[in-house]
């Protein structure tokens, strides 16, 4: 699998905002922030490029751990309740650019539905 920027930012070659941390998961702000409140939410493992590799058998507490550390950044950043939209990308057509999966915490104005 290819080197992406994510695995450069995960072993601190790279700057990035980060915003949380843990054995398993690391955040950070994205680069280019779509709203007041935007980081990105990712493993450190990097076997998974999207969601379609999900393996409910090996994966299950990861993902857990993934949407656990969303709940704590929202709280961290002041957005946990106003609201905030969690987005995977998977692919293609989602305009997925990295493929190591991530999820995107998005937050602090109004979001519009359907996404673009
Ligand atoms: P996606 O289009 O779902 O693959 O999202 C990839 C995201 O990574 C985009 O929102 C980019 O702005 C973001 N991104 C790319 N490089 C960096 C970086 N070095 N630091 C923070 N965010 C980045």
Redesign the pocket.
């Known amino acids: 699998m290819a080197e992406t920027?994510?695995a450069?930012?995960i072993r601190k070659e790279?700057?990035?905002?980060i915003v949380f941390e843990s054995d398993t998961v690391i955040a950070?702000?994205?680069?280019?922030?779509?709203a007041p409140v935007?980081v990105?939410i990712i493993p450190k493992i990097t076997e998974i490029e999207s969601a379609r590799d999900l393996d409910p058998g090996k994966h299950a507490k990861l993902l857990g751990e993934l949407y656990d550390a969303a709940n704590t950044i929202a709280k961290q950043l002041g957005v946990f309740e106003s609201g905030f939209r969690l987005?995977?990308?998977s692919g293609a057509d989602?305009?997925?650019?990295?493929?190591?999966i991530?999820i995107?915490l998005l937050g602090g104005r109004k979001m519009n539905w359907p996404p673009g």
Do not use: R, T, W, Y
């Open positions: 920027i994510f450069k930012i790279i700057p990035a905002q950070f702000k994205d680069i280019n922030p779509q935007h990105l987005v995977l990308n989602s305009g997925q650019e990295v493929p190591h991530h995107h």
